[in-house]
């Protein structure tokens, strides 16, 4: 008597349907990245063609259901990627998640005597073979951001009300007497960072002898 499922039958079954979901697995995936992409190169056109009725494009963006960070730093992958003169065929596999890295790099600033578009290139084409904390670290490296310059992240747990009653208005302040410091590319003032003001708010507790016992 032979077997109900032959082993021939059964490999061959099952082969096929490990093929089945895999295909539908990398069509998810593309479908998804796709989509990404998509959103960045209408954002870029809404945005370089002033298609809006908004004053600005940080206002059009606060009518879509989506966050401001991540509609500007779409539209920067494109724009860089157009700047750099790098295809569609050749930025979109490498990942929303490492261009949004390798665009923190100013296509229309010198690096090391290169224009920051020949690193944009560079980086872009050969980042599918690159580790993200590589690439991370040779973006910081260009950007001298590297020993005292490193960015570093510090997280302080406190009350609510502390934050609420005393830290945010020092910060918004110290962001007041520092005044703009910059202008978006809507030409909207840019205030100081947290960072920066956290930073002035300590500097003046550690230079005020009353706190240091005259020392300094």
Known sequence: MEPLNPPVIVGEAVAGEAAKVRKQIKEIIAGVNKSQFTLAKLLHKVKTGKLYNEDTFASYIKTLDLKTTKAYYLVRIVESMQLAGVPEEVYEPVGIAKLRVITKIEPTEEYQGKPGTAYIKAM????????????????DHLQGKTGDNAIVWLNVALNKSARDNVVNPAIE??????????????????????????????AAFLADTQNTGGEQ
């Open 124 to 139: 872009t084409e050969t980042a599918k073979e690159v580790e993200m904390d590589t690439l991370k670290e040779a973006v």
């Open 173 to 202: 302040l110290a962001k007041k007497n520092l005044g703009t410091v910059a202008q978006d590319a809507e030409g909207n003032a840019v205030d100081s960072s947290d960072g920066r003001c956290l930073e002035i708010i300590c």
